[in-house]
Structures are given as structure tokens and as C-alpha cells.
């Protein structure tokens, strides 16, 4: 699945986002930056003990001032460490948690909250070009995946047609769930006249 927005090109592909490359890597962090979740878990794994070594120690200087490590909606650079082949940055991008009454009631104002901090974060990084991404809350935090698919889809197409560039040309969001795939798949086909930007699967296909 691609479609081609004004400034640049978004993606949906099955598989793992560590056989990928790009200027940055989006990792779905808890609000502890603890690397014990899900995803997030495995990307920790990969990147190696230094990253969790420095995102142990943002918890404690955090801890100092007594306050979250990375509340929701936020976010946090780092290098990749053992992943440096693949990416240039690791961006820990806290979404809402389903889990929790209080944030799975304000979920969708949350996730379009996280993804316009992620934009902000990945401007003033600078000469961010591509960025490979798991859609944020859809796993371990349980962001109803219908819903989640369509808001994700519409939040990241309409940053990528809007008025500002923020210097994003490949935007892929890299899915292991084949359950949000399909659901990704049909709400895609469902809303794709009222989506920004044009669909431009098959000429991606055969690049």
C-alpha cells in the first residue's frame, strides 16, 4: 500500500522494522522508557544494552524532578546503537495505553497528539528524509485496531498533504499484526476517495 501526498510518499508494509532503513527509527515506548514491552522490547534487544542504559538513566534524572521519564504524548531521541547500520535515530514515541480507563477514553485525541509531537520532534532533529515506524498503541497497548488503522492513516496522510513540510519523503509503517494489516486494508479501500493525496500502490509495487 503506498499514496503519494505533497511532500512525500507513505507506506504500509508486512514484516519486521529492524530489515528496514531509514533516517529514523519510531520505537512504541512506555511512559517509563523501561524497553520490556512488546515491540519495543525486541527493538531494545536489537539496539543492544547501551540503549537501555540511556534511557534508564533520562528515568532517573526524570525521577530528580518528579516527573514521568516520557509522559503520553511525548517523546525522546536517542542514537540506535547496534542498529546504526539501519537507522541514524531512535525516536521512543509514548501513545496512549488502552489499558488504562483514563487514557483509552481520550485515545483518539492522544494518538493524533502523539503523532503531531513525533512530527515536531523529527523537524527540529533535522535532515530527517525517511522514517520507518510500527503504527504507535497498536500492540501491547491495545488501541482498538479498526479505529486505530483509519486514525492513523488519515493523522499521518494529512501531515504529509498538508501545508508544512517537514522534510519526511518516505514515511513506512512497518506491520507485523496481520490482523491490522487486514484492518489497515480495508479501511483504506473503504475511505480511500476522502484520504488525502493519491494512491500509488501499483507504481510502488514496481519500483
Not at 508494509?13 to 519495543?40: F, K, Q, Y
Not at 509522559?71 to 501513545?95: C, D, K, M, R
Request: a neutral charge; glycine letters at 8%; one cysteine or more.
Amino acid at each position: 500500500m503506498a499514496r503519494t501526498c505533497k511532500h512525500g510518499v507513505l507506506r504500509v508494509m508486512g514484516g519486521d522494522v529492524w530489515n528496514h532503513s531509514a533516517d529514523v527509527l519510531i520505537t512504541p515506548a512506555n511512559n517509563r522508557l523501561s524497553g520490556r514491552e512488546g515491540l519495543d522490547g525486541m527493538i531494545h534487544q536489537k539496539a543492544g544494552k547501551e540503549l537501555t542504559q540511556v534511557t534508564r538513566n533520562i528515568c532517573l534524572e526524570m525521577r530528580k524532578i518528579n516527573a514521568p521519564p516520557c509522559a503520553v504524548t511525548q517523546n525522546v531521541v536517542t542514537e540506535p546503537f547496534a542498529l546504526s547500520e539501519n537507522y541514524t535515530h531512535i525516536i521512543h514515541a509514548v501513545g496512549p495505553d488502552c489499558r488504562r480507563p483514563n487514557q483509552d477514553e481520550a485515545r483518539r485525541e492522544l494518538l493524533s497528539e502523539t503523532y503531531a509531537n513525533l512530527f515536531a520532534t523529527i523537524e527540529k532533529v533535522g535532515s530527517v528524509g525517511s522514517v520507518v515506524s510500527p503504527p504507535i498503541s497498536m500492540g501491547v497497548f491495545a488501541y482498538p485496531h479498526r479505529e486505530g488503522a483509519r486514525l492513523t492513516l488519515q493523522v499521518l496522510l494529512e501531515m504529509m498533504d498538508g501545508e508544512k513540510d517537514f522534510g519526511i519523503r518516505d514515511y513506512t509503517i512497518v506491520v507485523k499484526e496481520k490482523n491490522f494489516i487486514n484492518n489497515m486494508r480495508t479501511v483504506y479501500r473503504e475511505g480511500e476517495d476522502q484520504f488525502p493525496g493519491t494512491d500509488t500502490t501499483m507504481q510502488d509495487s514496481v519500483r
